[in-house]
């Protein structure tokens, strides 16, 4: 009875696996190592979401290294959010990118510290995002490339926080292939006047925001897989389950019982 009704159940409501997440967020004020220690990060395919959100009472000296899988990636750096101490040539407060070849740097980005405020979306009447809103500075002035190599640093350095000061930093980093043909656009989608190519969901999340999907791409490849339906009765279908068994097991036992009262009453069992 178990078995047959567990096969029914699984026929009628299969269950689908979670998607796994695009991108994996990583906290600075825990991920940064001890004294400017260098802390590698292999980030394969997936993106990741740099945050700090902190008062820092001592100075904080970040140093991250990132990995890719593949030589035919690059990395895609988007400031979202930057809100440290601006000074002359970034003397105090500044990030930075670059790249080295053993222990040696071999480029360095411009060091970054002007105030970057939070990008917003914008939507239509129907509330469909067809843009967003980059503020005062520019999605190509928020934005680094990295296509030389699979590997790229990170610098992040903070001096103690002033008068409570809160220091907020919020950085996307985001694999592409570097080309990609028509055969690739069911799964990537490339940025407008570029070469770069971004997986599809990174869009649907808005972690890339060089280009918004159209109605018809956020429909086709952006309509989120349900979870819920193959587990949503799993309990109740496992109580009713267990409760058949019980009954049936009971009912099993009383025939077995009135059986054996009607053997026990029968003439010839007592001749016997």
Not at 250 to 265: D, E, P, R, T, Y
């Amino acid at each position: 009875m178990f078995p047959l009704l567990l096969l029914v159940y699984l026929q009628a409501s299969p269950i689908h696996p979670l998607p796994s997440s695009p991108y994996t967020s990583y906290i600075l004020e825990q991920t940064c190592g001890q004294g400017g220690s260098k802390q590698s990060l292999y980030l394969n395919s997936q993106a990741a979401v740099f945050t700090f959100n902190s008062t820092n009472r001592r100075k904080l000296d970040c140093h991250l290294e990132l990995h890719l899988h593949s030589k035919s990636l690059g990395f895609s750096v988007f400031i979202e959010t930057l809100k440290i101490d601006r000074s002359s040539g970034c003397s105090r407060d500044f990030l930075q990118f670059g790249r080295d070849k053993f222990v040696i740097t071999t480029h360095l980005s411009k060091k970054y510290c002007d105030t970057i405020e939070h990008s917003a979306n914008i939507t239509d009447e129907n509330g469909a995002l067809v843009g967003y809103d980059f503020k005062d500075i520019s999605f190509p002035r928020r934005e680094y490339i990295e296509s030389n190599d699979v590997e790229m640093d990170i610098w992040l350095e903070l001096q103690p926080a002033q008068n409570n000061q809160i220091k907020e930093v919020k950085l996307v980093v985001a694999p592409f292939r570097k080309s990609c043909n028509e055969e690739d656009g069911e799964y990537y989608k490339q940025c407008p006047g570029t070469s770069r190519c971004f997986r599809r969901q990174f869009f649907c999340d808005n972690i890339v925001k060089c280009a918004v999907l159209t109605t018809e791409e956020m429909s086709r490849f952006c309509v989120k897989t349900s979870v819920s339906g193959g587990f949503m009765y799993l309990p109740v279908i496992i109580i009713v389950i267990v409760m058949v068994i019980i009954t049936t097991t009971l009912i099993g036992f009383g025939i077995k019982m009135v059986i054996n009262h009607f053997k026990g009453n029968d003439p010839q069992s007592l001749e016997t």
